[in-house]
């Protein structure tokens, strides 16, 4: 069956525009999360979702970065008035429920400019 | 103390080679642990999850020990394909219900002709 996917797979933007990172789990997953990896970094949590609960935004290192999912599935990353700091390489992951195995999407190379 | 531990290694080792990783956790409320391989440059990928009980795929075991907090993976005639970052995950149960995802920062492995 088809897996997680991520668009774009790479982004470029200028210092201070705001991107949009999207997000599509695995049909029928009801937990969804985002982390981001910088070059030769381990993995940084950042939120996740589980079903209609609130999301858990405690990983988030801004209040520039905000996430959203639409109906239980689709999720959308937002960066606002991006930083260089924020080049990195942003994964999603989409689990049956919290605590199961993830599986993760290619991710989005975001290199801020 | 970080929340997960791995030795960072690199592990250098001959093809046919036996190599063993560790991650310990300091968590007691620990409750789901999985090991994933990360190629340079690709997303995570699911290795296996480990049981309380042992669990084995080909040639890959894992095994878990709640007493000592620890998680170990043992990979015995080592291919040039299991070149990669391992990743030790664990689950951490929290009193709202929800749970918390750490990931180690990972053990390369580099098998050689």
């Known amino acids: 069956g088809a897996g997680v996917s991520q668009s774009p797979s790479n982004k470029v933007t200028e210092k201070g525009k705001d991107v949009e990172l999207r997000c599509d789990p695995i049909s029928g997953h009801t937990a969804l999360y985002w982390y981001r990896q910088s070059l030769g970094q381990g993995l940084e949590f950042l939120i996740y979702?589980?079903?209609?609960?609130?999301?858990?935004k405690s990983g988030l290192p801004s209040d520039r970065f905000s996430a959203e999912r639409t109906g239980g599935s689709v999720s959308t990353l937002t960066i606002q008035r991006t930083q260089q700091e924020d080049s990195a390489v942003y994964l999603c992951?989409?689990?049956?429920?919290?605590?199961?195995?993830?599986?993760f999407g290619p991710g989005t190379r975001l290199t801020v400019t | 103390r970080k929340e997960v531990e791995q030795d960072p290694g690199p592990f250098n080792v001959p093809e046919g080679a036996t190599v063993a990783f560790n991650c310990t956790y300091s968590?007691?409320?620990?409750?789901?642990f999985f090991w994933y391989r990360q190629d340079c440059r690709k997303e995570p990928k699911l290795l296996m999850s480990?049981?309380?009980s042992g669990n084995e795929d080909g040639r890959f075991t894992a095994q878990l020990n709640r007493a000592s907090q620890y998680i170990s993976l043992l990979i015995r005639d080592s291919k040039l394909s299991d070149s990669a970052t391992y990743l030790c995950?664990?689950?951490?149960?929290?009193?709202?219900?929800?749970?918390?995802?750490?990931f180690g920062a990972g053990t390369r492995l580099f098998v050689k002709a």
């Open positions: 995950v664990v689950n951490i149960g929290r009193g709202t219900g929800g749970f918390k995802t750490i």
């Open positions: 992951a989409s689990s049956w429920k919290t605590a199961y195995e993830q599986y």
């Open positions: 480990v049981y309380s």
């Open positions: 979702f589980q079903g209609n609960s609130a999301p858990d």
């Open positions: 968590n007691s409320a620990s409750q789901s």
